[in-house]
């Protein structure tokens, strides 16, 4: 992941919401000394995208992944995972280039991601969005 490693923690938190569905998102960060991508916060499976998209700090970048549960018009409950690049026009640019290098490595590591979409503000953060990818 050009020279960025992920935390067994970060695995284990993306299994247990891909396959036991005991999360409904994720939130991970760099952190800058390490260069590891960890855990930040973690959403319970009763929790909303609204949820997610207010747990998104302002002036820093992060990742997540969200599942998103709905019912097609043939009346199949579906779920898929999304993946989002959270960078905000107010964060260091050191530090949008590292989130920016580093996201192809990691969407390698968390397979079975079906979407994924890029924001810097919450206009751009719109539960819409994620509708608009599943019809």
Known sequence: MNGMWMTEECKRSFMEMKWKKVHRYIVFKIEEKSTK????????????????????PENDCRYAVFDFDYVTVDNC???????????????????????????????????????????????????????????
């Open 37 to 56: 991508v960890t855990v930040d916060k973690v959403g319970a499976a009763g929790e909303s995208y609204h949820d997610l998209a207010a747990s998104l």
């Open 77 to 135: 409950r579906m779920s898929k995972l999304f993946f989002i690049t959270w960078s905000p026009e107010a964060s260091r640019i050191r530090e949008k280039m590292m989130y920016a290098t580093s996201k192809s490595g990691l969407r390698r590591v968390l397979e079975g991601i079906h979407y994924e979409f890029q924001a810097t503000d919450q206009t751009e953060m719109g539960f819409d969005k994620i509708q608009d990818r599943t019809k």
